[in-house]
């Protein structure tokens, strides 16, 4: 199992306030990722990171941001949680851009509840 | 707009019949596609994967085969066992992107 540890596993917080969800790897992979999953659609990427201090969006970034101040951490915030990021979040990471031969591993996932 | 479809989202199988579990894109740059599975309280797994240049790629009971005219493919597991039960997800992913595009994911269920 890649080395991926995920933190808090579970948080329940109220709407409006800071949330700071963490991501750690002992890969040293170049790539890391922010998904949430919820029923209906799948894994949706939120934000993704090809390197320290660079990220990017992806197609469910509104309300999120990220940071990425050294290899093994990547760290998803949510500046004011509203219900609707009541979700699972998934960190991935991978060694190589996603192409053949290559995958992305996820970690354990984080429930997060926002009341 | 929906990329990566996978139209059921459930299916039941009987212990060591076949499951064909089935992924449809709409996108013609992706190239390279995945099959994760997931459990309850887990994060996802890599399973298989294609690329685009193949029709069919095997790995023990899982095989995975790409039909590029239909923009089709499909995950084949034989013989199914009870543990194979979970939700797998269809990904997607195009030339040097970074981004996997997931499916909704179908719900397979193996009884014994």
């Known amino acids: 199992d890649a080395g991926i540890t995920q933190s808090p596993r579970h948080k329940v917080t109220e709407t409006g306030t800071p949330v700071t969800l963490r991501c750690h790897q002992t890969?040293?992979?170049?790539?890391m990722y922010w998904y949430r999953q919820d029923p209906g659609h799948g894994l949706r990427l939120i934000h993704y990171?090809?390197?320290?201090?660079?990220?990017d969006k992806g197609e469910v970034s509104d309300g999120y941001s990220v940071s990425r101040s050294k290899t093994e951490d990547f760290l998803l915030t949510l500046e004011s949680a509203t219900s609707s990021q009541t979700s699972v979040y998934f960190c991935?990471?991978?060694?190589?851009?996603?192409?053949?031969?290559?995958?992305?591993?996820f970690g354990p996932g984080t429930r997060l509840l926002v009341l | 707009d929906q990329q990566v479809k996978q139209n059921s989202p459930s299916l039941s199988v009987q212990e060591g019949r076949i499951s064909i579990l089935n992924c449809d894109y709409t996108?013609?740059?992706?190239?390279?596609f995945l099959w994760y599975k997931k459990y309850p309280a887990e994060g996802p797994t890599f399973l298989i994967s294609?690329?685009?240049?193949?029709d069919k790629n095997e790995d023990g009971r899982f095989t995975v085969f790409l039909n590029k005219s239909a923009k089709h493919l499909s995950l084949h597991i034989v013989p199914s066992q009870p543990g194979d039960s979970a939700v797998y997800f269809c990904?997607?992913?195009?030339?040097?992107?970074?981004?996997?595009?997931f499916g909704k994911g179908t719900l397979l269920t193996v009884n014994p």
């Open positions: 890969e040293n992979h170049r790539y």
């Open positions: 991935a990471i991978s060694e190589m851009q996603t192409s053949e031969g290559e995958t992305q591993y």
């Open positions: 990904a997607a992913t195009a030339g040097s992107n970074y981004k996997l595009t």
């Open positions: 990171s090809y390197g320290v201090k660079d990220t």
């Open positions: 996108n013609s740059m992706f190239d390279y």
């Open positions: 294609i690329s685009s240049i193949k």
